[in-house]
């Protein structure tokens, strides 16, 4: 009953290997992973003119300082660079690589407005801002819409070959699920608290905001995000503790109720998910502090359910029939 798959990843997590092998050459690099944060202090300077780029701030956060950590400190990346076999790509890349029957790989727009090195007006890597981080241009993967036909997974993974057709960054999966229109705001309880804003066709940048790209009926829009918290490992920690654990969602809830009032567009609506909306405690308190009506899925995983939405309509569109 399979008839096709979708992949939605890590954002900012990024692997290095062999074109041909297919083989990682260093460990992959995280997103929460902050060794270049004297990098980024260093660049601060050149701040503004990323921003209007990327709609992101300089931060180890996104790829782009971590890519040049990895040329400037392994050699066998520059020697793999100078000898046309090295690759570099967000974690969706790498599983092409590994499950597409043809080896090939490539990444979608959601994921490459993560690195710090993608434009996010003109849609297209922009060789500016591999010059700022001393990145050589043409090493990332090419850039396609989140609905799209990228190739035919390996038979061995379900038994007969199956075309991918979706492939979206974790948080833009979850606001999809939420909904496509302008002004939809999602609040996703993970490993961290994540909240997203579409935006519709035009970029708006908002202090303390990401500008960011997600899908959209047409393609492709714009949305805000803000990183809240990373509450997953806290809130598993007092999952038999009723009284912390309120006390946590408390101190939580008010910085989510900050972030909202900062938002350009009010919220008629509040979409949550994530594992920990599994806690009736935390839906009651999101409504009761912020005072905004609250949705929820049928199932928790909204990441999940937005790439299949996506794969659903890309595969309608692409084949001409229903899945």
Not at 24 to 53: G, Q
Not at 144 to 164: A, C, D, M, T, W
Not at 268 to 274: A, I, N, R, S
Request: with cysteine.
């Amino acid at each position: 009953s399979i008839v096709a798959m979708g992949l939605t990843n890590q954002r900012e997590t990024f692997v290095a290997w062999n074109k041909k092998t297919r083989k990682a050459l260093y460990p992959a690099i995280v997103w929460s992973d902050v060794r270049t944060r004297t990098f980024c202090r260093n660049h601060k300077a050149k701040e503004e003119m990323i921003r209007k780029l990327t709609g992101l701030t300089i931060d180890p956060y996104f790829s782009a300082s971590k890519i040049a950590w990895l040329f400037a400190n392994v050699p066998s990346i520059l020697d793999s660079y100078n000898k046309d076999i090295l690759a570099i790509g967000t974690t969706d890349s790498w599983c092409m690589a590994n499950l597409l029957e043809d080896a090939s790989y490539y990444t979608d727009y959601t994921n490459a407005s993560r690195t710090l090195l993608f434009n996010i007006h003109k849609k297209k890597w922009d060789s500016s801002l591999f010059d700022t981080f001393s990145i050589p241009d043409g090493i990332m993967s090419e850039v396609k819409p989140s609905q799209h036909f990228y190739g035919n997974i390996k038979k061995e993974f379900v038994g007969r070959s199956i075309p991918l057709m979706a492939v979206v960054g974790d948080q833009q999966a979850s606001l999809t699920a939420a909904g496509m229109k302008q002004g939809t705001t999602k609040i996703t309880f993970g490993t961290g608290t994540f909240l997203m804003q579409a935006l519709g066709k035009n970029a708006i940048f908002v202090p303390n905001f990401f500008t960011t790209l997600t899908p959209s009926k047409s393609g492709v829009q714009f949305a805000l995000e803000a990183k809240i918290a990373e509450s997953g490992s806290k809130i598993s920690a007092l999952l038999h503790d009723d009284r912390r654990r309120r006390e946590y969602y408390k101190k939580l809830i008010a910085k989510i109720h900050r972030v909202i009032s900062d938002l350009p567009l009010v919220p008629t609506e509040l979409v949550l998910d994530g594992g920990a909306t599994q806690d009736t405690m935390l839906i009651e308190m999101v409504k009761k502090m912020i005072g905004i009506p609250v949705r929820t899925h049928s199932q928790f995983d909204g990441t999940a359910l937005g790439v299949a939405q996506l794969t659903k309509h890309s595969y309608e569109s692409f084949f001409g029939f229903s899945a």
